[in-house]
């Protein structure tokens, strides 16, 4: 069963960067494309980023240019950075294996705020 350890979330000012990190268990990692999604309190969950196995990328319209997807398949890790931050950025966010999602892991909580 594919496990998802989501890490790095915290509470940063608007304008701030986080980093967040996913390992991923399993032996297809490399093979499959992953992605970040996140939700905010009252609302559904969204895609964020996702990257192919290829490391071809794509970005909601709402983070492009502010956050970036990565992957080391040499540790099953994919990573968010997020620059620029904003409140609405605000939202407990998620890694998943990408277009076929896999079970869901606990998130890492981002909160925005001055």
């Known amino acids: 069963q594919v496990q998802l350890v989501e890490s790095g979330g915290g509470l940063v000012q608007p304008g701030g960067s986080l980093r967040l990190s996913c390992a991923a268990s399993g032996s297809s990692f490399s093979f499959n494309g992953m992605a970040w999604y996140r939700q905010a309190p009252g609302k559904q969950r969204e895609l964020v980023a996702s990257i192919a196995s290829g490391r071809s990328t794509n970005y909601a319209d709402s983070v492009k240019g502010r956050f970036t997807i990565s992957r080391d398949n040499a540790k099953n890790t994919v990573y968010q950075q997020m620059n620029s931050l904003k409140p609405e950025d605000t939202a407990a966010y998620y890694c998943?294996?990408?277009?076929?999602?896999?079970?869901w892991g606990r998130g890492a909580q981002v909160t925005v705020s001055s």
């Open positions: 998943n294996y990408f277009p076929i999602i896999r079970s």
